[in-house]
């Protein structure tokens, strides 16, 4: 009778475990998907903070360099980087510089004013970029996502810089400066 006793002790505990054990790989599966889902939002909000930081950076060190000149006409990315202006997080090599998704940055001049651009973004950074009214940073004063400009006062809602934003993996956005 002991015997049995334990026997129907031993059946039924190795039950339970099983079912146990299901319980918990559901659990920690459902917590393994909410922390991958928070690292990917933490990320994407850390890249469009450090892309916000290198774009004022770049404004701020094209305009120290040129603040005595009529012309921004021989600014580029070389003399950017060699000048100490470009953030160390965005250089790549003597002439290149990246931005924070791994795509290119490319610094040009003209007479009156500068253009900054990004490449190689997908569309919801760059919807998000377009999205964050930097032309009311005064210094911007258009910004191009593919061949669709905004210009001061002219400001994308989302709607708008989605519509702009038309690759998946490929856009590009440029910021014209004075």
Request: net charge positive; charged share 10%.
């Amino acid at each position: 009778m002991l015997n049995t006793l334990k026997k129907t002790r031993s059946a039924t505990m190795r039950g339970l475990t099983l079912i146990e054990a299901l319980l918990f790989l559901g659990i920690a599966a459902i917590v393994i998907v909410s922390a991958v889902a928070f690292y990917n939002n933490a990320s994407n909000s850390s890249k469009m903070n450090q892309a916000q930081t290198q774009i004022q950076a770049y404004i701020s060190g094209v305009k120290s360099l040129y603040a005595s000149r009529d012309s921004y006409a021989t600014v580029n990315n070389a003399l950017i980087i060699t000048a100490g202006k470009a953030p160390e997080n965005a250089i790549r090599g003597t002439t290149g510089l990246r931005n924070p998704w791994g795509g290119g940055t490319t610094i040009a001049g003209a007479n009156n004013y500068f253009e900054i651009s990004m490449d190689t973004l997908a569309d919801d950074v760059c919807t998000s970029i377009l999205s964050t009214n930097m032309l009311d940073n005064g210094s911007i004063f258009r910004i191009a996502a593919n061949s669709t400009a905004f210009t001061n006062g002219n400001s994308p809602d989302p709607a708008q810089a989605a519509a702009a934003c038309t690759s998946a993996t490929n856009n590009t956005i440029t910021f014209r400066v004075r």
